[in-house]
């Protein structure tokens, strides 16, 4: 099972982005999934996150600014960031809960290659 992310970019303070993320592979079941961020010389934190009946959550810092979804029959997890900040500025990375065959049904987590988002004042 593989995670794709895409859609980072640069863009105005203001301006929107729409991250993308899907899982690939065979015989897999999603749970939860989630977009974490990682900013240059700062830990990774959690931006928001989705369960597989559409419950979310988000960071305090991006609440009322970004919205997440997911399309459970495309197994795709989205991120809607609207009036973005300097501060936005990180490598975002997907990641997902899931159930596979390859990990004997066990319930693992994977994670995206991370996309950049570059927001400029």
């Known amino acids: 099972v593989q995670l794709q992310a895409s859609g980072g970019g640069l863009v105005q303070a203001g301006g929107s982005l729409r991250l993308s993320c899907a899982a690939s592979?065979?015989?897999?079941?999603?749970?939860?999934m989630g977009w974490y961020r990682q900013a240059p010389g700062k830990q990774r934190e959690l931006v928001a996150g989705?369960?597989?009946?559409?419950?979310?959550n988000y960071a305090d810092s991006v609440r009322g600014r970004f919205t997440i979804s997911r399309d459970n029959a495309k197994n795709t997890v989205y991120l809607q960031m609207n009036s973005l900040k300097p501060e936005d500025t990180a490598v975002y990375y997907c990641?997902?809960?899931?159930?596979?065959?390859?990990?004997?049904?066990?319930?693992?987590?994977?994670w995206g290659q991370g996309t950049l988002v570059t927001v400029s004042s």
């Open positions: 990641n997902a809960d899931l159930l596979s065959s390859g990990s004997s049904w066990f319930p693992r987590t994977y």
């Open positions: 592979g065979s015989d897999f079941i999603v749970n939860a």
């Open positions: 989705i369960t597989s009946g559409g419950s979310t």
